[in-house]
Antibody, heavy 123, light 108 residues
Framework: QVQLQESGPGLVKPSETLSLTCTVSAGSIRSSSTYYWGWLRQPPGKGLEWIGSIYYTGNINYNPSLKSRVTISVDTSKNQFSLKLSSVTAADTAVYYC??????????????WGQGTLVTVSS | EIVMTQSPATLSVSPGERATLSCRAS??????LAWYQQKPGQAPRLLIY???NRVTGIPARFSGSGSGTEFTLTISSLQSEDFAVYYCQQYNNWPPWTFGQGTKVEIK
């Protein structure tokens, strides 16, 4: 059963770049044509926001609201994908999740999810 | 962008009772809707996809219905482990994939 695990700094200074990595285990990022690999976030006490998703070939979807600040990349040799969010502010403080998204006609749910990692933006 | 609106924000229910949660889309999403359960300190867990298809291992007391713009998640007889926040998510029009703001099911 595929598992995902986020890693990265828990504290980022305002105006700097947030960087996180998601490691996929018990399965290959390249193993299927039906999955994208994505990032979502949840500010404390609030709802879920999709940030972006990447296919193992490098095809990417970004949330238009964050597109100017987000970069998602994939490293198939390490079975990892990564998130960079630039020019962060306190509004970017959130639990960041990585998750697998099904892809195809009438498909698009997220399952499974990583456990999440809290990133706080503060000086 | 499709806006998903869930109601109520909080639902107070006694154990053993039925809970009915609603999710409305700002435009039709056909049956391309999923439901998730999130407990404190945990990641969301997929319960239902395609509006009514239960994920393997999800108890039968969870059921989904609806299509177009109106959807319902019903928990037929609430167990103690069901008290959590529930989110709906549409995957019909993207990007972005969007979620509702959540319904908290609490013990009455």
């Amino acid at each position: 059963q595929v598992q995902l695990q986020e890693s990265g700094p828990g504290l980022v200074k305002p105006s700097e770049t947030l960087s996180l990595t998601c490691t996929v285990s018990a399965g290959s990022i390249r193993s299927s044509s039906t999955y994208y690999w994505g990032w979502l976030r949840q500010p404390p006490g609030k709802g879920l926001e999709w940030i972006g998703s990447i296919y193992y070939t490098g095809n990417i979807n970004y949330n238009p609201s964050l597109k100017s600040r987000v970069t998602i990349s994939v490293d198939t040799s390490k079975n990892q994908f990564s998130l960079k969010l630039s020019s962060v502010t306190a509004a970017d403080t959130a639990v960041y999740y990585c998750a697998r998204r099904t892809h195809g006609s009438e498909r698009g749910w997220f399952d499974p999810w990583g456990q999440g990692t809290l990133v706080t933006v503060s000086s | 962008e499709i806006v998903m609106t869930q109601s109520p924000a909080t639902l107070s229910v006694s154990p053993g009772e039925r809970a009915t949660l609603s999710c409305r889309a700002s435009q039709s999403v056909s049956s391309n809707l999923a439901w998730y359960q999130q407990k404190p300190g945990q990641a969301p867990r997929l319960l239902i996809y395609g509006a009514y298809n239960r994920v393997t291992g999800i108890p039968a007391r969870f059921s989904g219905s609806g299509s177009g713009t109106e959807f319902t998640l019903t928990i037929s007889s609430l167990q103690s482990e069901d008290f959590a926040v529930y989110y709906c998510q549409q995957y019909n029009n993207w990007p972005p994939w969007t979620f509702g703001q959540g319904t908290k099911v609490e013990i009455k």
